[in-house]
Nanobody
């Protein structure tokens, strides 16, 4: 299973970006698994930003609620993170993630990360 993240960049505060995470390989379908977006800022721990479940239930880090939206396109096997009203504190490397449990063993899959920089 391969996760390819893209869409990061440099944006001014108040601007928007849309991150994409294209999934391929292993017969993995985003419609059949929970998908996650994490971020890691310099000197900080990686934190969970957004979740979308198989049933398309979503959850968000408190600091991004109302500004970020996670979604998926089953036909493209891709998950998105729409980020609006960006703030300098959103600056981080963003990673998409999922996992599979097979015969009791959990395997995590990570995208390569995409840099988001928000200038003030």
């Amino acid at each position: 299973v391969q996760l390819q993240a893209s869409g990061g960049g440099l944006v001014q505060a108040g601007g928007s970006l849309r991150l994409s995470c294209a999934v391929s390989g292993g017969g993995f379908r985003v419609s059949s698994n929970a998908m996650y977006w994490y971020r890691q800022a310099p000197g900080k721990q990686r934190e969970l930003v957004a979740t979308i479940t198989r049933a398309i239930n979503t959850d968000y880090l408190d600091s991004v609620k109302g500004r970020f939206t996670i979604s998926r396109d089953n036909a493209k096997n891709t998950v998105y993170l729409q980020m609006n009203s960006l703030k300098p504190e959103d600056t981080a490397v963003y990673y998409c993630n999922t996992y599979i449990i097979d015969r009791g063993t959990r395997t995590n899959y990570w995208g390569q990360g995409t840099q988001v920089t928000v200038s003030s």
